[in-house]
């Protein structure tokens, strides 16, 4: 749980069916990691590692569903960040709720992001991967970033359209939202997974674990993310890195 669990890389498959990729068109595929944590648990090293993994994917585009950081020193989120640069394709990403655990922790997190990073505070973007024509809508975090979730309710009909939140319980505010698609983490997948009890220890109003969810308007897929948070520790959930297929 202390040594070994924690430093394990597994990657997860998953296919998403999308109106907008038909049978002549080539899949897209896309990484999802969330929850890195760097600090005093997640080292240069291990990002590192999980970035080697994520460049031999070779994926299409990546998104980093917020929490870059936890309870790093101020003068050391420059160095941890850096590495990030070394991903070879287009990154799309939020903050997440322990990004705002210390004030200056998201003025940091902004100046010294990677340029390659586009970090979407409340914004929305359109891409074009494939010759298809994506729109991209990354929001703040639903606890500490005062989000603006009108902007879920913009995309206009028949956009193909990805939406980047920290927290999955978010998905309650795209009700008639035209979303294609909803990328989060947050939830560690319970991190410490003791059969029965991890439940009570998710951080979801609405049941949220991790993976694969069918929601009335839209689909959603929550990673279980790479770092960890109060205990070093993960027991069954190892640090994973997504890949989606959408097709």
Not at 56 to 69: Q, R, W, Y
Not at 168 to 187: C, M, Q, R, Y
Request: one cysteine or more.
């Amino acid at each position: 749980m202390r040594f070994i669990e924690p430093q394990i890389i597994v990657t997860h498959h998953q296919n998403i069916d999308v109106d907008f990729i038909t049978e002549n068109d080539a899949p897209i595929t896309m990484v999802l990691i969330a929850d890195i944590h760097l600090g005093p648990y997640k080292s240069i090293n291990f990002l590192n590692r999980a970035i080697k993994k994520i460049n031999a994917l070779k994926p299409d585009l990546v998104i980093i569903a917020g929490d870059f950081l936890y309870a790093p020193k101020l003068k050391q989120i420059p160095q941890l960040l850096a590495p990030l640069a070394n991903i070879n394709a287009p990154i799309y990403a939020v903050s997440g709720n322990h990004d705002y655990d210390n004030a200056e922790y998201i003025q940091q997190l902004k100046t010294h992001l990677p340029k390659s990073i586009k970090l979407l505070s409340d914004k929305i973007i359109k891409v074009t991967i494939k010759n298809k024509e994506l729109t991209i809508i990354g929001l703040n975090d639903l606890w500490d970033g005062n989000p603006n979730n009108d902007l879920l309710h913009q995309a206009p009909p028949n956009q193909n359209t990805i939406a980047i939140v920290h927290n999955p319980d978010h998905i309650k505010d795209l009700t008639n939202a035209n979303i294609d698609l909803v990328v989060s983490g947050h939830t560690h997948g319970g991190q410490i997974r003791i059969p029965f009890l991890y439940k009570m220890a998710i951080p979801s109003d609405f049941g949220y674990d991790w993976g694969y969810n069918k929601e009335p308007h839209t689909q959603l897929y929550i990673t279980s993310g790479l770092g960890e948070t109060a205990l070093p520790m993960r027991f069954l959930q190892p640090p994973q890195i997504v890949v989606l297929t959408l097709c």
